[in-house]
């Protein structure tokens, strides 16, 4: 399975504040998805980024606050927007491999927005 | 609406004991995957294990089995021969065909103790 890597693994960051967390890809991906874990609870999809065009947002995710590029094949970065203290959470991309719609993950970004 | 219902919030087994987790889900679609991921304190989304809704018979991953009864839209996992490092979060998830988007349960936490 590809091998993915996320920057940075954690950051605390103040109200107001935007942060980007960069999610690469040792091998060309079509999808690329990026999801939301908040304290203690499941996962759930933010976005989806097909590289080439505009992402694809959920119910309840607007791109003003989560803009999320695609330039390649290998690399996607999230960026959460005029942060509060409820968008403190794990942000994990992840990538579709096979036939079988199976996803892998990143190790995930920790935020803490004070 | 798919939903995922993962109904044991916590459980528990000594090593080298085995545990069911039960996970249920609503869809009226007939094409589908399932899959189980296990998150441990590292917070790594880990794939374990995956079925196909179109094959009857049931997976298995080493010590990691599951039962799928398509038509109670149930899909338990078993883990045999129990191991301290299987202590984590344990994720159902589900997605139709062709959708590319993974519903995910709540998670059922998974103490092994020696």
């Known amino acids: 399975s590809a091998v993915i890597s996320q920057k940075p693994s954690r950051d605390i960051c103040q109200r107001g504040t935007s942060l980007t967390i960069q999610c690469q890809v040792d091998?060309?991906?079509?999808?690329m998805f990026w999801y939301r874990q908040q304290p203690g609870q499941s996962l759930t999809l933010i976005a989806t980024?097909?590289?080439?065009?505009?992402?694809?947002?959920e119910s309840g995710f607007v791109i003003d606050k989560f803009p999320i590029s695609r330039p390649n094949l290998t690399f996607s970065t999230l960026t959460v927007s005029n942060m509060s203290p409820e968008d403190s959470s794990i942000y994990l991309c992840?990538?579709?491999?096979?036939?079988?719609?199976?996803?892998?993950f990143g190790p995930g970004t920790r935020l803490t927005v004070t | 609406a798919q939903t995922v219902t993962q109904s044991q919030p916590e459980m528990s087994v000594q090593e080298a004991e085995t545990v069911t987790l039960s996970c249920t889900y609503d869809?009226?679609?007939?094409?589908?995957?399932l899959f189980w991921y296990k998150q441990p304190p590292s917070r790594q989304m880990i794939l374990v294990i995956r079925?196909?809704?179109?094959?009857?018979q049931n997976a298995t991953e080493n010590r990691f089995s599951v039962n799928f009864q398509k038509a109670a839209k149930s899909f338990s996992l078993k883990i045999s021969d129990s191991q301290l490092g299987d202590t984590a979060m344990y994720f159902c998830?589900?997605?139709?065909?062709?959708?590319?988007?993974?519903?995910f349960g709540t998670g059922t936490r998974l103490l092994v103790s020696p």
């Open positions: 992840s990538v579709e491999e096979g036939t079988s719609y199976e996803q892998y």
């Open positions: 091998s060309q991906v079509t999808m």
């Open positions: 980024a097909n590289q080439g065009s505009e992402a694809t947002y």
């Open positions: 869809t009226s679609e007939n094409n589908y995957y």
């Open positions: 079925q196909e809704a179109y094959k009857q």
């Open positions: 998830a589900f997605t139709p065909t062709g959708f590319q988007k993974l519903v």
